[in-house]
């Protein structure tokens, strides 16, 4: 009796969890037809992926999907680029500066992101920079940057000392020592930011709906909510298409990480 | 993470740290890359944000600023429609905070027992959080949606959720509980882990019920972790934009007009951007008042 009531709730957890994505799946696979029917229904009757396909041809929505892609790419290459000598030396050399990076993580947090975004706006368009690409990829790099920070510090941690020491007793360089000894060891944790970045930036709706007000530059996110307007339902099954499309990055992403999430990682970032 | 701490504490005194990471001017050169951007970039706008509150600048782009000391603060405690936002802000942060962690506690108490499909519910746990807050906003218009939408379906009503004026709130807060749980659970099902085994067994010598040990043995030691997440999860869900955004754009008539999109209406429909930064800052001391006077009760009990 007790255990049936564990399942019944772990059941209404596993709908109420479950059922938008159903849904939208659902709404993906439909006929345009039958998005029309009075009686919407779970499961398609005549299941289709010319949905998948419409969306592969909507213009809008590949263009907006190559250009997430540049800026994702380049924010994540950019940031890590700039987070990884920092880092390095923010876990080599604990001190003050160590304790007000972190702080900064933490800081940056309880800020609503619009006290930023009007002052960023402002820069942007001195620079020339709004309605650009560039000006995005600038915003987004800035905006990942202290959580970027925070992971390679991490993992720069976690490569014992004791390695690098004993290279440079058998004589390498500072430079050699990095190159062959603490560069493979930290491999993992930088394509892990990498990942982190790119996800970031590729979900990134706000700075985008700010800096990019022309829609010959906007961003999936943006040509997304764009995408449906007021008209009818006939354009829904596209919608739902491109939104899955649009999620897997960060499913895959999710999928490679979430061991780590549902054990220690979380435990200790929240202890610590 | 205070595991690496103590290790690095343990670490015997003395110990020369070794050749290249001693010269201080190679730090700064190191450090400079990352500080540069982050300070002109992201301190930089912060201040300049918290300073342009006390002006009355434009969006135009030839409008001269001035300082006008707390004008803006004035017209702001003068704003019904700042009130009226700020407190569908304060009814969403509370609720989804409080729902969240409610939902959030229960999965994790059941992901922590021996269940059959625990390993389904565990990735599905996970899956709100993989998604972008866009598509998430989308997929529940597909599920509100008066015509198309599954709910409607469902329940044989015809209803049209997102634009209701008593209904659109409590909607949208149901999306908020669906995209913040998995964090929640995680971050609680880890403390769960952390319980010792022997409080347990200890209690349960003793004859404790199940309802008894969870309120003697598991609450109090998951407080800390309580506390961390439902502070967190507070401020983000008072600075939610995204979402609410994609949902309803505030509607309607502004009842799901949280505190942020009044702001980036405020600032990039109106043009007002001093006003729509001093809304910003009125908020974060909302926050940080709010967040203070909890973890102070929290540390005073805790005591």
């Given at each position: 009796m007790r255990t049936g009531l564990k399942y019944l709730a772990l059941a209404g957890y596993v709908v109420f969890l479950a059922f938008p994505l159903v849904w939208l799946l659902s709404t993906a696979l439909k006929t345009p037809r039958e998005m029309a029917a009075l009686h919407p229904a779970l499961i398609p009757r005549h299941p289709t992926l010319a949905n998948f396909a419409d969306a592969f041809t909507e213009q809008d929505l590949v263009g907006g999907g190559l250009r997430s892609l540049v800026v994702a790419v380049a924010a994540a290459v950019v940031t890590v680029a700039l987070a990884l000598p920092a880092a390095y030396a923010l876990a080599r050399r604990p001190g003050v500066l160590n304790r007000v990076a972190i702080g900064w993580v933490l800081v940056s947090q309880v800020f609503p992101v619009i006290l930023v975004v009007i002052p960023l706006f402002m820069v942007l368009r001195r620079l020339e920079l709004v309605n650009t690409l560039a000006g995005l990829t600038l915003v987004h790099v800035t905006f990942v940057m202290p959580f970027a920070l925070w992971m390679l510090r991490g993992y720069v941690r976690a490569v014992p000392r004791e390695v690098e020491e004993a290279a440079a007793v058998d004589g390498a360089g500072r430079l050699r020592s990095l190159a062959s000894v603490v560069a493979p060891l930290l491999a993992p944790g930088v394509v892990a930011t990498l990942l982190f970045s790119f996800i970031s930036s590729w979900n990134e709706f706000l700075f985008a709906l700010v800096v990019l007000k022309d829609p010959e530059v906007a961003t999936l996110p943006l040509t997304l909510v764009r995408f449906t307007g007021p008209e009818g339902v006939a354009r829904l099954g596209p919608l739902a298409a491109a939104s899955l499309l649009a999620t897997v990055p960060s499913l895959?992403?999710?999928?490679?990480?979430?061991?780590?999430?549902?054990?220690g990682l979380m435990a200790g970032a929240v202890k610590g | 993470m205070s595991a690496t701490r103590s290790?690095?504490?343990?670490?015997?005194?003395?110990?020369?740290?070794?050749?290249?990471?001693?010269?201080?001017?190679?730090?700064?050169?190191?450090?400079?890359?990352?500080?540069?951007p982050v300070l002109v970039l992201s301190v930089g706008p912060l201040v300049y944000g918290i300073l342009l509150a006390f002006t009355d600048a434009r969006s135009g782009r030839n409008s001269v600023t001035s300082f006008t000391g707390l004008a803006n603060v004035a017209d702001l405690l003068g704003d019904s429609d700042f009130w009226g936002s700020f407190?569908?802000?304060?009814?969403?942060?509370?609720?989804?905070?409080?729902?969240?962690?409610?939902?959030?506690?229960?999965?994790a108490l059941l992901l922590d027992q021996n269940l059959r499909f625990r390993g389904l519910a565990r990735v599905l746990a996970l899956v709100p959080w993989a998604m972008p807050p866009v598509v998430t906003g989308l997929m529940w218009r597909l599920v509100y949606h008066p015509d198309a939408g599954l709910l409607n379906a469902l329940l044989g009503t015809d209803v049209d959720w997102l634009n209701d004026f008593s209904l659109a709130l409590p909607a949208v807060i149901v999306v908020g509980v669906w995209t913040g749980m998995p964090q929640t659970t995680v971050v609680l099902l880890a403390g769960l882990q952390g319980v010792p085994k022997e409080l347990h067994e200890a209690v349960s010598v003793d004859g404790a019920g199940t309802w008894r040990r969870f309120w003697n043995v598991t609450l109090p030691q998951l407080r800390p972790v309580i506390v961390a997440i439902t502070s967190?999860?507070?401020?983000?869900?008072?600075?939610?934009?995204?979402?609410?955004?994609?949902?309803?754009?505030?509607?309607?008539g502004g009842r799901t007009r949280l505190p942020m999109l009044f702001a980036y209406e405020e600032a990039f429909r109106y043009g007002f951007f001093g006003y729509a930064a001093t809304l910003g800052v009125a908020v974060t001391l909302v926050v940080l008042a709010v967040l203070g006077l909890y973890l102070w009760r929290q540390a005073r009990e805790a005591a």
């Amino acid at each position: 009796m007790r255990t049936g009531l564990k399942y019944l709730a772990l059941a209404g957890y596993v709908v109420f969890l479950a059922f938008p994505l159903v849904w939208l799946l659902s709404t993906a696979l439909k006929t345009p037809r039958e998005m029309a029917a009075l009686h919407p229904a779970l499961i398609p009757r005549h299941p289709t992926l010319a949905n998948f396909a419409d969306a592969f041809t909507e213009q809008d929505l590949v263009g907006g999907g190559l250009r997430s892609l540049v800026v994702a790419v380049a924010a994540a290459v950019v940031t890590v680029a700039l987070a990884l000598p920092a880092a390095y030396a923010l876990a080599r050399r604990p001190g003050v500066l160590n304790r007000v990076a972190i702080g900064w993580v933490l800081v940056s947090q309880v800020f609503p992101v619009i006290l930023v975004v009007i002052p960023l706006f402002m820069v942007l368009r001195r620079l020339e920079l709004v309605n650009t690409l560039a000006g995005l990829t600038l915003v987004h790099v800035t905006f990942v940057m202290p959580f970027a920070l925070w992971m390679l510090r991490g993992y720069v941690r976690a490569v014992p000392r004791e390695v690098e020491e004993a290279a440079a007793v058998d004589g390498a360089g500072r430079l050699r020592s990095l190159a062959s000894v603490v560069a493979p060891l930290l491999a993992p944790g930088v394509v892990a930011t990498l990942l982190f970045s790119f996800i970031s930036s590729w979900n990134e709706f706000l700075f985008a709906l700010v800096v990019l007000k022309d829609p010959e530059v906007a961003t999936l996110p943006l040509t997304l909510v764009r995408f449906t307007g007021p008209e009818g339902v006939a354009r829904l099954g596209p919608l739902a298409a491109a939104s899955l499309l649009a999620t897997v990055p960060s499913l895959l992403f999710f999928a490679v990480i979430q061991r780590r999430l549902r054990s220690g990682l979380m435990a200790g970032a929240v202890k610590g | 993470m205070s595991a690496t701490r103590s290790l690095a504490a343990a670490r015997p005194a003395g110990r020369r740290p070794s050749r290249g990471f001693s010269g201080g001017g190679g730090t700064l050169a190191l450090l400079l890359p990352a500080l540069v951007p982050v300070l002109v970039l992201s301190v930089g706008p912060l201040v300049y944000g918290i300073l342009l509150a006390f002006t009355d600048a434009r969006s135009g782009r030839n409008s001269v600023t001035s300082f006008t000391g707390l004008a803006n603060v004035a017209d702001l405690l003068g704003d019904s429609d700042f009130w009226g936002s700020f407190r569908v802000g304060l009814v969403w942060g509370v609720s989804v905070t409080v729902l969240q962690f409610l939902a959030s506690l229960g999965l994790a108490l059941l992901l922590d027992q021996n269940l059959r499909f625990r390993g389904l519910a565990r990735v599905l746990a996970l899956v709100p959080w993989a998604m972008p807050p866009v598509v998430t906003g989308l997929m529940w218009r597909l599920v509100y949606h008066p015509d198309a939408g599954l709910l409607n379906a469902l329940l044989g009503t015809d209803v049209d959720w997102l634009n209701d004026f008593s209904l659109a709130l409590p909607a949208v807060i149901v999306v908020g509980v669906w995209t913040g749980m998995p964090q929640t659970t995680v971050v609680l099902l880890a403390g769960l882990q952390g319980v010792p085994k022997e409080l347990h067994e200890a209690v349960s010598v003793d004859g404790a019920g199940t309802w008894r040990r969870f309120w003697n043995v598991t609450l109090p030691q998951l407080r800390p972790v309580i506390v961390a997440i439902t502070s967190l999860d507070f401020v983000w869900n008072i600075n939610q934009f995204s979402l609410v955004y994609v949902l309803t754009q505030g509607g309607p008539g502004g009842r799901t007009r949280l505190p942020m999109l009044f702001a980036y209406e405020e600032a990039f429909r109106y043009g007002f951007f001093g006003y729509a930064a001093t809304l910003g800052v009125a908020v974060t001391l909302v926050v940080l008042a709010v967040l203070g006077l909890y973890l102070w009760r929290q540390a005073r009990e805790a005591a």
